[in-house]
């Protein structure tokens, strides 16, 4: 059974940084799909960065393209989020999920992480 935890969040201030890291067990990511989606108060979860582990292929919510990158880590069976030049509106509640299916949209998923808050102050 594959399960995932998150880790890395936290308050930075306006224009900051922060990575966080999506470590796997139970199983290998390879024939996944993961994702990083998120969840602010009072919104709905939103897909924000998905990898394709077979190909390799990376999709970016609008919001985040050119501030925020995917990556991963085979040998860790770990995947990053790095997330630069953050803004208040950032701020969430981040998740890991797994999938099989491109699609990086939460009912596409099955598998999920716990979360971890992430809070940009202005």
């Known amino acids: 059974q594959l399960q995932l935890v998150e880790s890395g969040g936290g308050l930075v201030q306006n224009g900051g940084s922060l990575r966080l890291s999506c470590v796997a067990s139970?199983?290998?990511?390879?024939?996944?799909?993961i994702g990083w989606f998120r969840q602010g108060p009072g919104k709905e979860r939103e897909g924000v960065a998905c990898l394709s582990m077979s190909y390799g292929i990376k999709t970016y919510a609008d919001s985040v393209k050119g501030r925020f990158t995917i990556s991963r880590d085979n040998a860790k069976n770990t995947v990053y989020l790095q997330m630069n030049s953050l803004k208040p509106e950032d701020t969430s509640v981040y998740y890991c999920?797994?999938?099989?299916?491109?699609?990086?949209?939460?009912?596409?998923?099955?598998?999920w992480g716990q979360g971890t808050q992430v809070t940009v102050s202005s």
């Open positions: 139970g199983s290998t990511l390879d024939s996944y799909v």
């Open positions: 999920a797994a999938g099989i299916f491109r699609l990086c949209e939460p009912k596409m998923f099955t598998q």
